[in-house]
C-alpha cells in the first residue's frame, strides 16, 4: 500500500478512536500551623512554635487522575475495547473522551482473565465503529497502524510500521498492581508503542483493526506488542450471547518443563506441564471438582498432550485449552511414575 493511502485509513478511523481517563477520590493532606512543609523535608520545617512537623492534617479527599489509556469503538450503541490493565482498579472512576472532545462516564463489563482485553460500555447511541480484521491472516512485514493517546498527553498520535513478529510471548508489569502477567501469542510491530496507547487499534491497510496495542519494551528501540483482535473477537462473541466472557477451565496449576528443569530436578521429561500446588491456601495443583480431577490428574504428573497436540514452551496448555469449547470431552495423555497414562474428561467453564 502506497504511503499516501495511510492518510485515508487514519482519517477513516479516527473518529472511533478514544481517550480513557482514570480517576480516584484520594486523601489530601496539608501541613499544620499553616505552614507549607519545605522542598527536601520530607516531615516539613519548624512550626511558628518552634516544633518540628512529624505530621500532615488530613484535609479530605480529591478526585485525582492516576492514569489513563486508549479504545475504540466496535458498536455504535458505545461497546469500546481497551485493555485490561487500564481499567484493573475497581475503586476507579473511568470517563472516555471521544474525538468531539465529548465525555462519558464509562462502565467496566467484561474483563479477560486470561487475555489483555477489557470491554467498557458508555450511554450512546449512532458512534462510529472501527470494523474487526483476522488477525490470523496476518503476515511478516505487513504493514502496522498504531493510533492512540501518547503518555496520556498527545491524543490522536499515529505510527506506522510493519508486523515484525508472531505468537510472541513475554512477561508483562503492570504500575498499578505491582503484578507481572505472562502474556502470550503476541503481535509484535516496529509501529511506535507508547504509554497511553494502550487499548487502542493496531490497523491494517484496509482500516480494520488486527491488534490492541497492549505493550513496549523499556530500553529497546521499535519493538512494541499487540494482542490479535481474534481474541477480543471471541470474548465480544461471548458477551453478547452469554452476557459474560467464557474461557474453558482444566482446573491445574503447573509449570512448564524445558532442559534446564530437567536436569536441575532430575525429571523423566524436559517437556510438558508439571502439576504442581502453589504456597497459597487455595493453591492445590488440580483443582478439586475440575476438569483434570474428574479425568483422575494428580499432582506430580506430566501433561505431555491435550488433544492429541504436544504441550511445550511454544505450543502451551493454555493455547491449546483456548481451541477448545467449554463442554467438549478432551483427551489427555500425561506421564506418571515414568509411565504414559490416557484418560479424557469434559471442559469446565472458568469461574
Same mark, same amino acid.
Do not use: W
Given at each position: ?9 487514519? @482519517? ?18 496539608? +501541613? ?57 482498579? /475497581?475503586? &476507579? ?19 479477560? /482473565? ?9 450511554? %450512546? ?5 472501527? %470494523? ?9 512485514? @505487513? ?31 503492570? +504500575? ?50 499487540? !494482542?490479535?483482535?481474534?481474541? &477480543?473477537?471471541? +470474548? ?26 530437567? %536436569? ?30 474428574? &479425568? ?7 501433561? !505431555? ?22 463442554? @467438549? ?14 484418560? @479424557? ?7
Amino acid at each position: 500500500m502506497k504511503n499516501s493511502s495511510i492518510p485515508k485509513v487514519v @482519517q477513516k478511523v479516527l473518529p472511533a478512536v478514544v481517550s480513557i481517563t482514570v480517576s480516584k477520590l484520594l486523601p489530601v493532606f496539608e +501541613a499544620p500551623f499553616g505552614v507549607p512543609p519545605a522542598k527536601g523535608m520530607p516531615f516539613g520545617p519548624r512550626s511558628p512554635f518552634g516544633l518540628k512537623q512529624f505530621f500532615m492534617i488530613p484535609k479530605g479527599k480529591k478526585k485525582i487522575k492516576t492514569g489513563g489509556g486508549s479504545g475504540f469503538i466496535v458498536d455504535s450503541s458505545g461497546t469500546i475495547l481497551t485493555n485490561r490493565h487500564v481499567v484493573v482498579d /475497581p475503586q &476507579a472512576e473511568y470517563v472516555v473522551i471521544l474525538g468531539d472532545e465529548k465525555k462519558y462516564p464509562a462502565q467496566v463489563i467484561a474483563k479477560d /482473565p486470561i487475555n489483555d482485553v477489557a470491554i467498557l460500555k458508555i450511554k %450512546e447511541k449512532g458512534l462510529p465503529i472501527i %470494523e474487526l480484521g483476522d488477525s490470523s491472516r496476518l503476515k511478516l512485514g @505487513q504493514t502496522a497502524i498504531a493510533i492512540g493517546n501518547a503518555l496520556g498527553t498527545f491524543r490522536n498520535t499515529v505510527s506506522v510500521g510493519v508486523v515484525s513478529g508472531l505468537s510472541r510471548e513475554i512477561m508483562a508489569g503492570d +504500575a498499578m498492581t505491582k503484578k507481572t502477567t505472562k502474556l502470550r501469542g503476541l503481535i509484535q510491530t516496529d509501529a511506535a508503542i507508547n504509554p497511553g496507547n494502550s487499548g487502542g487499534p493496531l490497523l491494517n491497510t484496509e482500516g480494520k483493526v488486527i491488534g490492541i496495542n497492549t505493550a513496549m519494551v523499556f530500553l529497546a528501540e521499535n519493538i512494541g506488542f499487540a !494482542l490479535p483482535i481474534n481474541n &477480543a473477537s471471541k +470474548a465480544l462473541k461471548d458477551l453478547k450471547k452469554y452476557g459474560r466472557i467464557r474461557q474453558p477451565f482444566l482446573g491445574v496449576r503447573y509449570i512448564l518443563l524445558n532442559k534446564e528443569l530437567k %536436569e536441575r530436578f532430575n525429571l523423566p521429561t524436559d517437556r510438558g506441564a508439571l502439576i504442581v500446588s502453589e504456597p497459597a491456601p487455595e493453591g492445590q495443583g488440580v483443582v478439586p471438582g475440575g476438569a483434570a480431577a474428574r &479425568a483422575g490428574i494428580r499432582e506430580g504428573d506430566v501433561i !505431555l498432550e491435550i488433544q492429541n497436540i504436544k504441550v511445550s514452551a511454544k505450543t502451551p496448555l493454555e493455547d491449546i485449552l483456548q481451541k477448545c469449547k467449554i463442554g @467438549q470431552t478432551i483427551s489427555l495423555k500425561a506421564l506418571r511414575s515414568g509411565k504414559e497414562i490416557i484418560c @479424557q474428561s469434559i471442559l469446565g467453564e472458568r469461574k
